[in-house]
């Protein structure tokens, strides 16, 4: 039995001594992925919260339909203008004064 224990000790010395620096380049290599990741997150939630500002600038649908219909009125009111000529224009409004 001490032969195979002794077997065994010499094994995992030899397993620390030749897998110790690699066991620690994994650990920093690790340590450094959680820290490029926390990073990538943070101006991740930097970049979310500036989208968030900007979408608040945008019109909503409620004003973009108002706008809409205002623009067809206007347009129509030129149409209107346009088709009847200034004459027309100045006669209607010495008419209605």
């Given at each position: ?86 004459t027309g224009i100045i ?7």
């Open positions: 039995m001490s032969k195979s224990k002794s077997y065994i000790e010499n094994q995992v010395k030899w397993i620390n001594k030749h897998f110790s620096a690699e066991f620690k380049a994994v650990r920093q290599a690790v340590q450094e992925v959680k820290q490029t990741y926390a990073g990538d997150k943070a101006s991740a939630n930097e970049f979310r919260g500036q989208l968030k500002d900007q979408a608040g600038t945008f019109a909503t649908k409620a004003e973009v339909a108002v706008l809409t219909k205002f623009m067809y009125m206007a347009m129509g009111a030129f149409l209107v203008i346009n088709f009847i000529g200034i006669l209607f409004l010495k008419y209605f004064k």
